[in-house]
T-cell receptor, first 113, second 114 residues
Framework: GENVEQHPSTLSVQEGDSAVIKCTYS??????FPWYKQELGKGPQLIIDIRSNVGEKKDQRIAVTLNKTAKHFSLHITETQPEDSAVYFC????????????FGTGTRLTIIP | EAGVVQSPRYKIIEKKQPVAFWCNPISGHNTLYWYRQNLGQGPELLIRYENEEAVDDSQLPKDRFSAERLKGVDSTLKIQPAELGDSAVYLC????????????FGPGTRLTVL
């Protein structure tokens, strides 16, 4: 089955700086890669996603890049703010029709004011 | 629009006792998922429903876990009997299926087995 590895497990950045979280996946048939943000006591919330036919996607301060050849994808957060502090999870899903998401182990991001 | 509703939010039981979790998905979402999230880990799928049919229960420990979604709307996940290792957050999620792949998560039920 699919295996998703995520790094780093913890990340602290100064407010205003950028944060980068990286994930690798094992199954070349995976075609959908969402990123979720989980705040304390809440369920994961989708913040951005990318499909395998796209190399990069941006939404304001958040961007995701995908390298299908290397089977890795990354989350980039620019101009970080205190409210960005949370646990972030990457995930991968094998081809359309199978809705199973395989999640990474999470990155605890702390923004230092 | 109301999100995914789960209850209870917290549950503490002694081992060998039964426990049940309830989930009401977003209105109109025909796909419902139960995940288990261990401390410091990502969610792991236990079971997926398309309407009232369980289409993927390969990760559900069937000796002690059961789930149902009788009318294709809300769902119940049960553990009987609970073991110490079942302590985790149980998350419910739903998606519209054909109209989109995004899964919307509820707040979860934190289970502690003593």
């Amino acid at each position: 089955g699919e295996n998703v590895e995520q790094h780093p497990s913890t990340l602290s950045v100064q407010e205003g700086d950028s944060a980068v979280i990286k994930c690798t996946y094992s199954d070349s048939a995976s075609n959908y890669f969402p990123w979720y943000k989980q705040e304390l006591g809440k369920g994961p919330q989708l913040i951005i996603d990318i499909r395998s036919n796209v190399g990069e996607k941006k939404d304001q301060r958040i961007a995701v890049t995908l390298n299908k050849t290397a089977k890795h994808f990354s989350l980039h957060i620019t101009e970080t703010q205190p409210e960005d502090s949370a646990v972030y999870f990457c995930a991968a899903r094998v081809a359309f029709g199978n809705e199973k998401l395989t999640f990474g182990t999470g990155t605890r991001l702390t923004i230092i004011p | 629009e109301a999100g995914v509703v789960q209850s209870p939010r917290y549950k503490i039981i002694e081992k060998k006792q039964p426990v049940a979790f309830w989930c009401n998905p977003i209105s109109g979402h025909n796909t419902l998922y139960w995940y288990r999230q261990n401390l410091g880990q990502g969610p792991e799928l236990l079971i997926r429903y398309e309407n009232e049919e369980a289409v993927d229960d390969s990760q559900l420990p069937k000796d002690r876990f059961s789930a149902e979604r009788l009318k294709g709307v809300d769902s119940t996940l049960k553990i009987q009997p609970a073991e110490l290792g079942d302590s985790a957050v149980y998350l419910c999620a739903s998606s519209h299926g054909l109209a989109g792949v995004e899964q919307f998560f509820g707040p979860g039920t934190r289970l502690t087995v003593l």
